[in-house]
């Protein structure tokens, strides 16, 4: 059996899970969520991966560290502490080593929309390596409001039963932590552990082309496929939990 470690992406937090947790709890699995600091402006990425850490209970078990989202630039921090079996990207950023989710994507964006963020980006010469890449975001989500309802709606619970989608948005949280697009990641490689990659085949957000291509680029793995929009977890939970055990 496994020890199922679960961090939430922008917006959410600890109840994201409440609808997956079951199923993996049914089938004999432990399980552990907590909430990142993202209201914190100030935070920064080696801080919610503390937050991660200092969550986990000292367990002789085998820890699948799983992010959703914006916590893929978080797992990979916590897996150079902790001692894990895997790390699962579920939708997820992949960071980069020595630049930001923000510089992986800037070539996708004008002039203007760049200038907009007040984001000094990295020497040219460190970023030919991303310009092959698709977008890594769908271009209709950039941009957007999501303290506004009814874009949570249609970009984070479009797919979602209309009760569990109501109360997703009646949970969100303030986003404030943007560390996950504008700081400099600090590691130096990714983690040499197992990984699986899983795309949201319907996400609005993160592009199930980009997330295809980077899972086989930078993971090295096959991405599996879920019919879902960008929150799985509350919309398929028990398929999720399937590929998860699997």
Same mark, same amino acid.
């Given at each position: 059996?496994?020890?199922?470690?679960?961090?939430?992406?922008?917006?959410?937090?600890?109840?994201?899970?409440? &609808?997956?947790?079951?199923?993996?709890?049914? @089938?004999?699995?432990?399980?552990?969520?907590?909430?990142?600091?993202?209201?914190?402006?100030? /935070?920064?990425?080696?801080? &919610?991966?503390?937050?991660?850490?200092?969550?986990?209970?000292?367990?002789?078990?085998?820890?699948?560290?799983?992010?959703?989202?914006?916590?893929?630039?978080?797992?990979?921090?916590?897996?150079?502490?902790?001692?894990?079996?895997?790390?699962?990207?579920?939708?997820?950023?992949? !960071?980069?080593?020595?630049?930001?989710? *923000?510089? @992986?994507?800037? =070539?996708?964006?004008?002039?203007?929309?760049? %200038?907009? *963020? +007040?984001? @000094?980006? %990295?020497?040219?010469?460190?970023?030919?390596?991303?310009?092959?890449?698709?977008?890594?975001?769908?271009? /209709?989500?950039?941009?957007?409001?999501?303290? +506004?309802?009814?874009?949570?709606?249609? *970009?984070?619970? =479009?797919?979602?039963?209309?009760?569990?989608? $109501?109360?997703?948005?009646?949970?969100?949280?303030? @986003? $404030?932590?943007?560390?996950?697009?504008?700081?400099? +990641?600090?590691?130096?490689?990714?983690?040499?552990?197992?990984? %699986?990659?899983?795309?949201?085949?319907?996400?609005?957000?993160?592009?199930?082309?980009?997330?295809?291509?980077?899972?086989? %680029?930078?993971?090295?793995?096959?991405?599996?496929?879920?019919?879902?929009?960008?929150?799985?977890?509350?919309?398929? !939970? +028990?398929?999720?939990?399937?590929?998860?055990?699997?």
């Amino acid at each position: 059996m496994s020890f199922f470690c679960l961090v939430h992406g922008a917006f959410q937090g600890t109840w994201c899970w409440d &609808l997956l947790i079951p199923y993996l709890e049914g @089938q004999g699995h432990k399980t552990i969520a907590m909430d990142l600091p993202i209201e914190d402006a100030s /935070a920064t990425l080696s801080q &919610l991966a503390d937050t991660v850490i200092q969550s986990l209970p000292k367990t002789d078990d085998d820890i699948v560290l799983v992010g959703h989202s914006m916590a893929g630039t978080v797992i990979p921090l916590v897996a150079e502490v902790v001692k894990v079996r895997q790390l699962v990207f579920i939708g997820g950023l992949i !960071p980069y080593p020595g630049v930001s989710t *923000f510089d @992986q994507l800037s =070539h996708h964006l004008d002039s203007e929309t760049i %200038k907009s *963020f +007040n984001y @000094q980006l %990295k020497d040219p010469s460190q970023l030919e390596q991303f310009y092959d890449e698709p977008n890594m975001y769908e271009p /209709a989500s950039i941009g957007k409001d999501y303290s +506004n309802p009814a874009v949570l709606m249609e *970009f984070f619970y =479009h797919d979602c039963q209309p009760d569990v989608a $109501q109360w997703a948005i009646s949970q969100s949280r303030l @986003q $404030q932590f943007m560390g996950y697009m504008f700081e400099t +990641n600090p590691l130096k490689a990714l983690p040499k552990v197992k990984y %699986k990659y899983i795309v949201c085949r319907n996400d609005r957000i993160i592009s199930p082309t980009w997330s295809r291509y980077a899972a086989r %680029k930078r993971l090295g793995v096959d991405a599996v496929e879920i019919p879902s929009g960008h929150c799985p977890h509350l919309s398929r !939970p +028990n398929l999720l939990a399937e590929i998860l055990i699997r």
